[in-house]
């Protein structure tokens, strides 16, 4: 259980963060009404302050320029969130998901987030006549059993693939270290971007 | 699972990706006791191996590679079973550390499995070249599972994993938890609200329903199903691509986490290699010319290497017999016919089987197979046999008991059964020590091409009508194809070895019994007694001489035996009894069908009694079509 309540404080802590600058609020009770779980608004507040990003006045909480950087951090990550799933769904759905995710997800992939969206309709079949290295933005497979296979083979949106040569009914395609022989049905499902 | 008080039996399964050395670990961790290949899915039962280490006994059990958990074959299928039935105590991933992403990837669906787990990591010192340096202690701590590097080769950190299996059967920590989307996570608490009957973690198989996994679907209705789905719209669309996106990308997360440096340029010196060779053995002329040559070269060497190894243990083995047969007594005659069968059996056979398995591991270790899969998918699929086929056929040119087995491989059961019937013409080296120890050796190399042209012609027939049948769509291509490396000689001949054994322990004693049995029936005149009957498929059908019917009925108990019995009925000289015509047609006739009665129980557990009915009564009918056909035509062409 000791996992989950310091996964309960970094929510907390990253929520309180938030809330002052999204809220434009210094009052401990408005945050307080933002958390999910209130009942350790103290504890992060505590922590807070140790780690140097707040500084507490009576009733009242300050971000110090450390807290403002962090705050930033976790702002610039929610909205990448938000972003990337306001394409799938309503905006109030989008907002609660990145409110969510915000603090489980990492950099690297809030980045590539970012990275998938704004690629996302910008690659080309890998079936085209495109040729050398590319990053993959998407994987559009139906089979549900073929696509887990393909991401467990590592092709994934994200990863960069180098297409070697064509062979008979497909083509051979490097990744990383993989190389792989793959049809043209399939190739023609996954969407590369060629710088 | 205490076997006797104060000894504990702990039973540990080896999985992994495909190629990342299971099989290597499991030699490391035991002694040599496994086949391992330059090549995906080399493994298709589980092996086991056992070891007693301190005060308790380890039962390793290696699986065939399993890309992830979402099968797509019968022996991926079996891997996820054992790994999920209770029976096991500790799984170990084994990953590589070059492929560190697409491994992690199906770690983290193993350890969502909830079975304890301990990671080995392999390949360390080609990461390390790479400039990719792991930190194994940063790793573990993340996935909450001990990471262990290893080398099975140097044995390096093998004690280590020893510690750290017996740490994790002791009792299950925490584990990461894969974090999913909210409106996953919310139908995975819908799915687990409804009660998943289950012994496994609930999450666990809440995911492996929203992955669709046919294994679990069963577990809810169909109604709630619709239900849960109406309640997340139109997302519920992309739930299993987003759950193994998601999965991916936690997998990418945690191996940047736990690796220092990644020079993102530097590829593998053995990669940029294969590249380089690629460009020949995968060009759309050279490719499947240079594997035709390949085969051309093996059955030429066969021929040659086999030939002379043949002639030099007939002559032996001749000598050897002459000495014992002073007396001619009823005993001393079975005996001796006995020992002619296995001595002729062993000379007509092992030669040309021994060979196959060395040419067989020399080219699977180098990581040939895999490019001559790619050559050769045009054809194959030209005829709608899927492209992992050829691998199992290939495998028929040994013996035709383990490829029958290995053809569980194929994904769908109509696939596996119409490749069942081919090896009806795919000579296993029992039937090619026929063809290449009975035929040409006492007919002239000459007749080996018209014999081998009769046989494909029969197998173009029988792939044609197979063509029409078939419905099924076939799947696109999708084929791993690894490295190049050096093959490992000790690794070869140990596998040729292992090979070899289990040929020879089911064959010599069935070319024992064989070879007694006819002498018994022979000595009693019980061999007239069938020489009659049949003489109108023999003379009649075949232009054979009657007493031929003896070796292809004995044929069917061991196909070794055909070649000795026939030197038996024949007394000695094949070559003076019988034209070059006629061993023509008993060469097509004794390599058409499925060659004998040890494949049965094989073809009944891959593809059930009604298949292997079908496909004995078909196949042997057809032997004779082709070979009466062949005869006369020849006939007709004034051979003689």
């Known amino acids: 259980m000791g996992i989950n309540r310091h996964r309960a404080l970094k929510v907390a802590k990253e929520d309180i963060l938030r809330a002052i600058i999204e809220f434009q609020t210094d009052s401990i009770e408005e945050i307080r009404q933002e958390l999910e779980t209130p009942e350790s608004i103290t504890r992060a507040i505590d922590q807070l302050v140790t780690e140097g990003l707040v500084c507490l006045s009576e009733r009242s909480v300050r971000l110090t320029p450390a807290g403002e950087e962090a705050a930033g951090v976790i702002v610039t990550r929610h909205r990448a969130i938000e972003d990337y799933f306001r394409h799938e769904v309503d905006c109030e759905e989008a907002h609660r998901i990145a409110h969510r995710l915000e603090h489980v997800i990492i950099e690297e992939v809030v980045y590539s987030l970012k990275r998938i969206r704004e690629l996302e309709n910008k690659g080309s079949p890998l079936s085209g006549d495109e040729w050398g290295e590319g990053l993959i933005t998407r994987v559009d497979i139906a089979d549900s059993q073929l696509f887990d296979r393909l991401i467990s083979m590592g092709i994934c949106p994200g990863q960069w693939v180098r297409t070697i040569k064509r062979i008979h009914g497909g083509l051979i395609i490097l990744l990383g270290n993989t190389q792989l022989a793959v049809g043209w049905e399939i190739a023609s499902q996954i969407e590369v971007m060629f710088p | ?640």
């Open chain 2, 1 to 640: 699972m205490t076997a006797n008080p104060g000894k504990k039996t702990l039973k540990v399964m080896l999985v992994g990706q495909p190629n990342v050395g299971k099989s290597c670990l499991l030699n490391a961790l035991v002694g040599p006791c496994v086949t391992i290949s330059n090549y995906p899915g080399t493994t298709v039962e589980t092996t086991q191996a056992k070891r007693e280490i301190g005060e308790t006994s380890f039962i390793f059990v290696d699986s065939p590679g399993t890309y992830s958990l979402s099968d797509r074959s019968e022996d991926e299928r079996a891997t996820k079973h054992a790994l999920l039935s209770n029976d096991m105590d500790v799984a170990v991933i084994v990953l590589d550390a070059c492929s560190l992403e697409r491994g992690l990837y199906f770690a983290l669906q193993v350890i969502e499995s909830g079975v304890k787990t301990v990671i080995a990591m392999n390949f360390i010192e080609d990461a390390v070249e790479k400039g990719i340096t792991i930190e194994y202690d940063r790793l573990g701590r993340l996935l909450r599972v001990p990471v262990v590097p290893f080398n099975p080769f140097t044995k390096r950190g093998l004690d280590d994993l020893i510690d750290e299996i017996r740490n994790a059967s002791r009792f299950r920590s925490a584990t990461i938890d894969v974090l999913y989307d909210d409106h996953i996570e919310s139908v995975i608490s819908m799915l687990i609200e409804e009660g998943l009957d289950t012994s496994l973690p609930t999450r666990f198989v809440a995911l492996r329903i929203l992955e669709e996994d046919k294994d679990f679907l069963h577990l809810v209705n169909k109604t709630t199903m619709i239900r849960i789905k109406d309640n997340i719209g139109k997302d519920c669309l992309l739930i299993t691509e987003d759950i193994a996106r998601m999965r991916y990308g936690t997998a990418s997360f945690l191996a940047a986490q736990g690796t220092k440096i990644i020079h993102r340029e530097t590829r593998k010196k053995e990669v940029i290699d294969s590249l380089r060779i690629d460009r020949w053995l995968l060009h759309r002329f050279w490719g499947p010319a240079l594997t035709l040559l390949f085969f051309l070269a093996l059955f030429y060497t066969l021929l040659v290497v086999g030939g002379t190894i043949q002639c030099l243990l007939m002559t032996v083995s001749e000598s050897l017999i002459a000495l014992i047969l002073a007396d001619g007594g009823f005993l001393t005659q079975i005996l001796i016919d006995g020992l002619t069968g296995v001595t002729a059996g062993v000379a007509m056979a092992l030669p040309y089987v021994f060979l196959f398995y060395i040419i067989l591991g020399l080219t699977e270790d180098i990581g040939l197979l895999p490019r001559f899969v790619v050559n050769v998918q045009r054809t194959l699929r030209f005829f709608h046999i899927p492209e992992r086929g050829f691998i199992s056929l290939m495998l028929g040119l040994g013996c035709t008991v383990p490829a029958v087995t290995s053809t569980r491989i194929m994904r769908q059961r109509d696939q596996q059964v119409r490749l069942v019937f081919l090896y009806a013409f795919v000579p296993c080296s029992s039937r090619l020590g026929i063809i290449l120890g009975v035929v040409a050796y006492y007919g002239g190399n000459g007749l080996v091409l018209p014999l081998f042209a009769t046989l494909g012609l029969a197998a173009l027939f029988w792939l044609l009508i197979m063509k029409t049948l078939s419905k099924d769509e076939l799947d696109p291509i999708l084929l791993e194809l690894p490295a190049y490396r050096r093959p490992m000689i000790s690794n070869v001949a140990h596998k040729s070895w292992l090979r070899m054994r289990e040929f020879v322990v089911v064959v010599i004693p069935l070319l024992i019994l064989g070879g007694v049995i006819y002498s018994f029936i022979d000595q009693l005149g019980g061999t007239v007694v069938l020489i009659g009957p049949f003489a109108f498929v023999t003379e009649g059908l075949l232009g054979l001489p009657a007493e031929t019917i003896i070796p292809i009925l004995f044929g069917f108990v061991q196909k070794d035996l055909t070649g000795a019995m026939l030197v038996s009925v024949l007394g000695g000289d094949v070559a003076a009894a019988m034209t070059p015509l006629q061993l023509f047609t008993f060469g097509v006739v004794t390599s058409i069908g499925i060659p004998c009665i040890i494949v049965v129980p094989a073809m009944l557990k891959e593809i059930g009694w009604k298949n292997t009915f079908i496909i004995l009564v078909t196949t042997s009918l057809f032997s004779l079509v082709v070979a009466s056909t062949a005869w006369r035509i020849a006939l007709l062409f004034g051979f003689m």
